[in-house]
Structure formats: structure tokens, C-alpha cells
């Protein structure tokens, strides 16, 4: 018995105007669970002209900033009061692991609630203008329909992180999951329309990137695009923006450097590769999928990290004691096969794991890679799995060259009891968040990002709702 979901548009739940539907998996089976609306252009325009009309009708356009803040808030106490029914759903639709989506959805509503005590913060300013007799100020104004286009591992977290930003500032939404994971985000809209806000003003479209996806990042009257997923899915969202000049935040992946140093607590390090790699079965922008180790700890740390994951449990994602769940989607799995074949060819020595499990499922094994190059594929290019790259080094210099020697510059960890060269080490590594002696600390008050093949704008912290936003500078002749 297949879930239908459907889309909500303008405050009804639609289906596509073709009544074109698709299947979404459940990854810890491989099976179909449940059907979902094929949105097309026609959908799309839908939507977009009902968030352009809601982002002008008085029911939106004139409420105060303090109301958007109070809505915003009593939309984090909703999530709150249903977080285990979206816990639930999320790991059903990507096989995230029941306790990691908990984790999250533990945390959403104090993004929320943070997010919301900014709605009536965002202040313009006067401007000391060199003219006499003129007086000007500056006006923060919402952009109008905003586009979040989500990735499937981790749909709730990376929409709120979009929506409640956009929505302080006093836009309106268009959200399009991803075809392999929408179920949560549904459900979600469906506690923005509780929590008061008026119809139209979030929207969630389903269906494939190059049909919902693509009509919706070219759509003229979107004024901003919020994207989270791969590089090469950017490169066609840039040039969609080419279009419309949509503003643009990109949110992409990452190849982020974990870095032992020899005076490192090791216990600590050890559990800090761990959970930097293999939680989320290594499906997270953040994964610290390049384990750099310097030389005077590095046996020790091999030898202590092999143990530690001869004891993460593979199992069913729904059940609290597994330790990692499948992959999202077979494509994934197929990519990380294909990877680490690669990787073998090029000559690493399998230290963990290489293969997949004997269960049914897309599982893969936690995997380590004793790795002699930096040049490698597997060291360079994104797995988006279990698979670390494990590297060695000699000194600080060496660290550092090896950690900015990729394209991607999302995230680091760093491991040392010297306070001095862990300070050193977050100066110069070049990636958008530094995590010493901890890894994946996240916190609504903290920006994410990244530079280069991480994509640039920042979500999260104080800066994000203004980015949701841009001055209007009014000039009056006195
Ligand atoms: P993806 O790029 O394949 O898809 C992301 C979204 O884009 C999906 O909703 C998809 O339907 C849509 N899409 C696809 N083609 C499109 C098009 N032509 N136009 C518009 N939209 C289109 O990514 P994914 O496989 O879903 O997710 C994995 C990627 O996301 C990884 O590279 C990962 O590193 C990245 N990611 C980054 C962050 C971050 O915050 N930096 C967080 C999570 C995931």
C-alpha cells in the first residue's frame, strides 16, 4: 500500500495538472513507499504566481515584522510538538538514521526561534550624506519569491534553514525537494499553513530537477534562488539565474580535511573522525572525508580507528541502535561502488570496510582508504559516502597544504592540545567553518557555507535574514 503525498499550492493540497505521478523508495529496502505529484512548468508557474501574489496581498505585505516573528515562532513549537512523526517520515524517505534525524529535529526549533527574534531586528540606518540640505536612509527590503531548491539527505534541516530567514524578511516561497526525499518537507508545509501564515506564501512543488527544478530557477518573477546540492546541479542553476538575475546562494559539497596532530587527545579525534565521516553514512556537505594524520600518532590512530568502527552497527535506520543506515538512493550507492573501485585501481590499501554488507538495502560499509597521494581521485573528488582517504603528514606546513589542495573549502576539524596551533591552523585552512577538537558543532547563530566548488552565500547567524533582503536608500530634499 504506497503513501500519496501531494503538493500544496496557494493552501490546497494539489496533484499535478497532467496528474503525471512518480515513486519514491525506501532505502533500507529498495521498495516503492510512496507516490508523489510530477510537477511541470505548468505547476511551477502555479506556484510561483501564487507566492508573487501573496508576497502583495495586505495579508502578508502589511503585517508587522514583530507578527512575521511571532508566526515564525509558534511554526518552531509546532515542528517541536511534531518532531517524531518528521523524524519518522524523513528516515523512511532517505534512510537517515532515526537517531540523527531526531537530532535535528530536536534542534529545528531553536533555529526557528532564533530566526524569528530577527524578523523585527533588521533596521535600516540614516546616511551621513556629504550634501546640505538632503537627508537619506536606508530601508532593508524583502526580495519577493524566493526558490529553495533542497537535496535528500538532510530535506527538513536544509529547508528550515532557508524558509525562516526568507520568511523574516518578509518573503514569500516556492520550495522544490528532492524527487528522492519530500515526504518531511510536505508535511512540514503543512504546519506553516497551522501556524497562521496566509495562503501562498510557502509553496512546495515535488518532482526531477531538470523538469520542477529547472522551470523553477528560470522562472521570471522569482527574485531569489536558495540552492543546496551538487556542483555540477549549480552550474545549471547559475545559468538559469543568467535569466531571471535571481540573487543566488549556493550551498555545494565539500572534500573537508580532519587533521590529527601528533599531540591530539586521541580518543577524542578517534570519535571526531568517526562522527565527521560516517554519520549520515558520509552523506552530509560536511563529512570529513580527508582524514589527515600526522606521522608521530598515525599508527596509533590507524590502529585505535579500525577498532572503533569494527563496532558501528549497520542496520535498519528506524531502529535506535544502528549506527548507520543505507545509502539514499541506489544511484548513490552505484557512485560510491564505482568510487572506491577506482581508488583500488589508482593503488590504495583498503584498510576498513570496500564493500557492501550481505543484506538487502543500498548499505555500504564504513571504509577506510590508506591513501599515498593527495593526487588521487578519491582524495580530490567528493564520495558523498562512508569513505574516508586517509592521508599522512609531517608537519604543520604540510597540513595546511594538503587541507587547501582542493577545489571544494566547506569545512575543517583540527585536533591538538596546542591552543597557539590550533588558532595557526583556522587561520590558514581555507574552508568557511573550522571546528577545533570538535567536528560538525552546528548552532543557529553560526553561519555554513563555503568558497570556491562549496559554492558562496552563508545560511544561518544574524547575516542570513539580510541576505534575504536588500537596502532601498530613499533621498529627501529638504
Ligand atoms: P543534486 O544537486 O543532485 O540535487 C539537489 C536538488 O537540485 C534536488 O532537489 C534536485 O531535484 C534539484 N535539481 C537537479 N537538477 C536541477 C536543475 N537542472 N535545476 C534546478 N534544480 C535541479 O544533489 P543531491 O544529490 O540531491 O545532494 C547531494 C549534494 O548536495 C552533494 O554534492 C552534497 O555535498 C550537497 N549538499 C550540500 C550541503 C551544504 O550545505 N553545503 C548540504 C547537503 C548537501
Not at 542496520?315 to 541506489?330: F, H, L, Q, V, Y
Not at 567528493?382 to 587547501?404: I, M, Q, S, T
Not at 596551533?421 to 585552512?429: I, Q, S, T, W
Request: charged share 20%; aromatic share 8%.
Amino acid at each position: 500500500m504506497l503513501t500519496e503525498f501531494l503538493m500544496l499550492v496557494n493552501g490546497e493540497r494539489v496533484s499535478a495538472r497532467s496528474g503525471r505521478t512518480y515513486r519514491s523508495l525506501n532505502p533500507a529496502t529498495g521498495e516503492p513507499w510512496s507516490v508523489l505529484p510530477d510537477a511541470d512548468e505548468a505547476d511551477v508557474d502555479g506556484a510561483v504566481q501564487a507566492a508573487d501574489a501573496a508576497f502583495r496581498d495586505a495579508a502578508w505585505a502589511k503585517l508587522t515584522a514583530t507578527a512575521r516573528g511571532k508566526l515564525l515562532r509558534r511554526l518552531g513549537d509546532l515542528i517541536a510538538e511534531h518532531a517524531g512523526e518528521l523524524a519518522e517520515l524523513e528516515t523512511r524517505d532517505n534512510g537517515k538514521l532515526i537517531r540523527e534525524t531526531r537530532g535535528q529535529l530536536a534542534y529545528l526549533p531553536e533555529f526557528f526561534h532564533y530566526t524569528a527574534g530577527l524578523a523585527d531586528k533588521l533596521e535600516g540606518g540614516t546616511l551621513p550624506i556629504d550634501k546640505a540640505d538632503m537627508f537619506a536612509f536606508t530601508v532593508p527590503q524583502p526580495l519577493g519569491v524566493v526558490a529553495a531548491i533542497v537535496p535528500w539527505n538532510s530535506p527538513l534541516y536544509l529547508t528550515a534553514i532557508k524558509l525562516a530567514p526568507a520568511l523574516a524578511a518578509g518573503n514569500t516561497m516556492v520550495i522544490k525537494p528532492s524527487e528522492h526525499a519530500s515526504a518531511s518537507i510536505l508535511r512540514m508545509a503543512e504546519l506553516v499553513a497551522q501556524a497562521g501564515f496566509p495562503a501562498g506564501v510557502v509553496n512546495v512543488v515535488t518532482g526531477y530537477g531538470a523538469g520542477a527544478g529547472a522551470a523553477l530557477t528560470r522562472h521570471p518573477l522569482v527574485r531569489r534562488v536558495a540552492f543546496t546540492g551538487g556542483p555540477a546541479t549549480a552550474r545549471h542553476v547559475v545559468r538559469a539565474t543568467a535569466d531571471n538575475f535571481a540573487k543566488l546562494s549556493l550551498e555545494l559539497g565539500g572534500k573537508s580535511a580532519n587533521i590529527v596532530f601528533g599531540d591530539a587527545d586521541l580518543g577524542g579525534a578517534v570519535n571526531g573522525a568517526v562522527a565527521g565521516i560516517y554519520a549520515a553514512s558520509g552523506q552530509s556537505c560536511v563529512a570529513g572525508s580527508r582524514l589527515l594524520v600526522q606521522d608521530a600518532i598515525y599508527d596509533r590512530f590507524v590502529a585505535a580507528l579500525t577498532e572503533r568502527m569494527k563496532r558501528i552497527a549497520i542496520g535498519d535506520p528506524i531502529d535506535p541502535a544502528s549506527d548507520m543506515g543505507p545509502m539514499a538512493t541506489e544511484q548513490q550507492l552505484g557512485v560510491v561502488e564505482t568510487m572506491v573501485a577506482r581508488a583500488r585501481e589508482q593503488g590504495v590499501t583498503v584498510l576498513a570496510g570496500g564493500k557492501r554488507p550481505d543484506r538487502a538495502g543500498w548499505f555500504y560499509e564504513p571504509t577506510l582508504l590508506e591513501c599515498a597521494s593527495d593526487t588521487l581521485d578519491i582524495v580530490q573528488n567528493e564520495v558523498f559516502g562512508p569513505v574516508a582517504a586517509l592521508l599522512r603528514f609531517r608537519d604543520e606546513a604540510e597540513a595546511v597544504a594538503l587541507a587547501n589542495g582542493t577545489e571544494y573549502a566547506l569545512a575543517a576539524g583540527i585536533w591538538t592540545r596546542d591552543l597557539a596551533r590550533g588558532h595557526r591552523m583556522a587561520r590558514d585552512v581555507h574552508a568557511g567553518i573550522v571546528w577545533v577538537n570538535t567536528y560538525r558543532a552546528v548552532s543557529a547563530m553560526a553561519p555554513i557555507g563555503g568558497y570556491g566548488a562549496s559554492g558562496y552565500g552563508r545560511e544561518g547567524g544574524i547575516h542570513s535574514v539580510l541576505d534575504y533582503t536588500e537596502p532601498k536608500t530613499v533621498w529627501v530634499n529638504l
